[in-house]
Structure formats: structure tokens, C-alpha cells
């Protein structure tokens, strides 16, 4: 029923907080941050706030805040009834009719993720954005699944308390973003600009979904003849990879892995380019073919032999490609421009993008 709970004091700190199942980002309470100031006194904030994805119950008791996030529809008055429960609990534990003065409050920093004091002779922020596709391409070249799962992951190394901002060119082809807790969650509705007070080191911003597959381009194209013959010995395995999308950039670091059938005995190949290996125990073919060079295309291909008198394999095996496209994003995400606000000095900033295979086959 309840998601998590937020401890806030009268100073608007959030001091405390609980989560039940995942974790909801600090910044769903800047909600009830914005009642609070319209509310004439403490006594006046609205006990129930709807917002577009959650509802906040809250009560206020010894100078504390009590805030339950919620997302479904529930009777408040049973949400009311545990927050005073719990309010209970901790004027017992504490002894104390005023928990909010007993609580400690020596923080490091008003910002609970970020110490006080960091100084840095050079001051620098990086941004990698690092996307994985997974695609199931059937044996006519056509699509028949494609996502692409997404992370930002930043190096803060800032002296201070800087306030940042992170704007894109396209950010609404992002779904089912999840936020570092640092992230303003409203401002990202609003404006859908990412603004922060950054933690201090290394950590991972948002992570996304881009679920349209309309919106997802398949960077590689497989041409592949494998067949196997009836009441044969041999067959043949004849494959070529090359890049589908004229995006600029070299696709790199590509390997094939074949789960070959059960009856195979061995194999007897030539590549154009790379090198293979097969282990005939597992019957696992692994090319490894590096980058691609438009120019020339790498091919596989050569015979394979079957255990004699063994049934033709009832299908064919799928290919599983690894790859690596530099500084290319496959969604079209870019980042726009980075904003700091709070101190004075121009801190020097970079953005890498990566591109990489996730669970990628192509059915043969």
C-alpha cells in the first residue's frame, strides 16, 4: 500500500527515509514542498496531495513530517492511522514529546548525498551515455523485436555545491526513466531538463528505455545460407555481416557465436577476415571479426560435416552478434548543453556516447 516514507523537519530537510519496494527519488516531495509554502502554518497542509504519478499522505506530529508516497488509490484514513502508529513508535523509542528536537541533525551538508567542503584543483564534469540494443531479426532480415535499454553514468569531480542542469536535443523519445535521487523530478516533467546537485565522484544519473520500435535503428545486416542436407554427411554455413545504417561511424569489436546442432561433427571454414574457432564438445562456433570496413565486407564460410546416418537438424541455429559503435547514441539521444549555477569557476566538461550489443540474434 505505501511506497515509502519521508521524515521531514520543519526546516524542510528530509532527514529519514524508507522504501518498500523500489525506490522513489527524493524529489517527488518537492510536491509537498510547494503545498507547504502556499499553507498559512504547518497545520495547514493538505493531509492528501495528488500528483501525475503518485498521491502523498502525510501527517504532521512533535514537529516532524510524516510522508507516505502511495500509487494506487487507498482509503487515507488508513494511511492517516499507520503515520500516527508510526509516530507513536518514535516518541516511545525517544522518550520525548518534541522527536523532532530530540533527532539528530548534524549532517554533513543540507544535501544528504553530497558532503560539505569539496575542493578540486581542477574542476570537472563527464557524462557517459552508454545504450544497449536487444533485437530479435528473423531469417528474412525483418525485425521482430528491438529495444534499447540506456544508462547516464557521471564522474562529478566539482568544488563546492554546484547546481546543475542537463538538457538534450530530443529528450521525449526516453521511457521508464529511473533517476538518481539528486535529480529535481519535477522540473524533469515539467521542462524535461535534468537539474541536480550532484553527488561527489562517480554515479549512475538516470537509466531509460527506448521501447518504440520504430524509434530504434539496427545498425548491422547478416546474409546467411546455412543448410543442411537430407541423408547427408555435410552441409554448408555461409555467412557475411556489414553495417545497415550509413551512420558515420566504424562498427567495431563484432563477434558471431553459433550454438551449432547436436549431430555436428566438425567444421571447415575460411574467413575473409578475423579468425574462428569451434569447440567440438560444446558445438559452439565463435567468430571474431573485429570492425567492419564497408569497403570490403567479412564472409564465413565453408563446409560442415554430420554425424553419418544422423536425422537433418529440424532447424537452423541462431547467430548472437557482440558489437561496438564510439561515440554514437543508436536512440539519437544527445545532450544539448550543461548548465552550472552556485559557483563562479567554468569547469571543463565531456560527453562520450557508446553504442553495444545487448541480447542481439538474428534467426537463420
Same mark, same amino acid.
Given at each position: 500500500m505505501i511506497h515509502s516514507l519521508f521524515l521531514i523537519n520543519c526546516s524542510g530537510d528530509i532527514f529519514l527515509e524508507k522504501h518498500w519496494k523500489s525506490v522513489v527519488s527524493q524529489s517527488v516531495c518537492d510536491y509537498f514542498f510547494e503545498a507547504q509554502e502556499k499553507a498559512a502554518d504547518v497545520e495547514n497542509v493538505p493531509p492528501v496531495i495528488s500528483t501525475p504519478h503518485h498521491y502523498l499522505i502525510s501527517i504532521y506530529r512533535d514537529k516532524l513530517f510524516f510522508v507516505s508516497v502511495i500509487q494506487t488509490e487507498v482509503p487515507p484514513l488508513f494511511v492517516i492511522e499507520f503515520l500516527h502508529r508510526v509516530a507513536d513508535t518514535f516518541q516511545d523509542y525517544f522518550g520525548s514529546s518534541n522527536v523532532g528536537d530530540t533527532l539528530p541533525t548534524g549532517q554533513l551538508s543540507n544535501i544528504p548525498w553530497r558532503r560539505a567542503g569539496v575542493k578540486y584543483t581542477n574542476n570537472e564534469a563527464y557524462f557517459d551515455v552508454v545504450e544497449e540494443i536487444d533485437a530479435i531479426i528473423d531469417k528474412s532480415g525483418s525485425t521482430v523485436f528491438a529495444e534499447i535499454q540506456g544508462v547516464i553514468d557521471a564522474c562529478i569531480k566539482l568544488s563546492g555545491m554546484p547546481d546543475l542542469s542537463l538538457s538534450f536535443m530530443n529528450p521525449r523519445l526516453l521511457d521508464d526513466v529511473s533517476f538518481h535521487p539528486c535529480i529535481r523530478f519535477k522540473r524533469w516533467e515539467s521542462e524535461r531538463v535534468l537539474s541536480f546537485i550532484p553527488p561527489d565522484g562517480n554515479f549512475r544519473l538516470i537509466s531509460y528505455r527506448v521501447s518504440s520500435q520504430n524509434l530504434v535503428a539496427i545498425p548491422v545486416y547478416v546474409?546467411?545460407?546455412?543448410?543442411?542436407? %537430407? /541423408?547427408?554427411?555435410?552441409? $554448408?554455413?555461409?555467412?557475411?555481416?556489414?553495417?545497415?545504417? /550509413?551512420?558515420?561511424?566504424?562498427? %567495431?569489436?563484432?563477434? &558471431?557465436?553459433?550454438?551449432?546442432?547436436?549431430? !555436428?561433427l566438425n567444421m571447415n571454414l575460411t574467413p575473409t577476415q578475423g579468425s574462428y574457432t569451434f569447440d567440438p564438445v560444446t558445438k559452439v562456433l565463435m567468430w571474431d571479426v573485429g570492425k567492419i570496413t564497408p569497403q570490403k565486407l567479412p564472409n564465413l564460410k565453408g563446409l560442415v560435416n554430420l554425424q553419418s546416418g544422423a536425422?537433418?537438424?529440424?532447424? /537452423?541455429?541462431? !547467430? /548472437?552478434?557482440?558489437?561496438?559503435?564510439?561515440? !554514437?547514441?543508436?536512440?539519437? !539521444?544527445?545532450?544539448? $548543453?550543461?548548465?552550472?549555477?552556485? %559557483?563562479?569557476?567554468?569547469?571543463?566538461?565531456?560527453?562520450?556516447? &557508446?553504442?553495444?550489443?545487448?541480447?542481439?540474434?538474428? $534467426?537463420?
Open positions: 546474409k546467411h545460407s546455412i543448410c543442411f542436407k %537430407e /541423408n547427408s554427411s555435410c552441409g $554448408r554455413f555461409d555467412i557475411t555481416i556489414g553495417p545497415k545504417q /550509413n551512420m558515420g561511424k566504424t562498427i %567495431e569489436g563484432i563477434t &558471431v557465436t553459433v550454438h551449432m546442432p547436436k549431430v !555436428l536425422p537433418k537438424p529440424e532447424e /537452423n541455429p541462431s !547467430l /548472437n552478434i557482440q558489437f561496438k559503435i564510439q561515440q !554514437l547514441a543508436i536512440s539519437g !539521444l544527445k545532450v544539448n $548543453r550543461l548548465d552550472m549555477y552556485g %559557483e563562479k569557476y567554468k569547469p571543463f566538461k565531456g560527453v562520450k556516447y &557508446v553504442t553495444k550489443a545487448g541480447k542481439f540474434q538474428v $534467426r537463420t
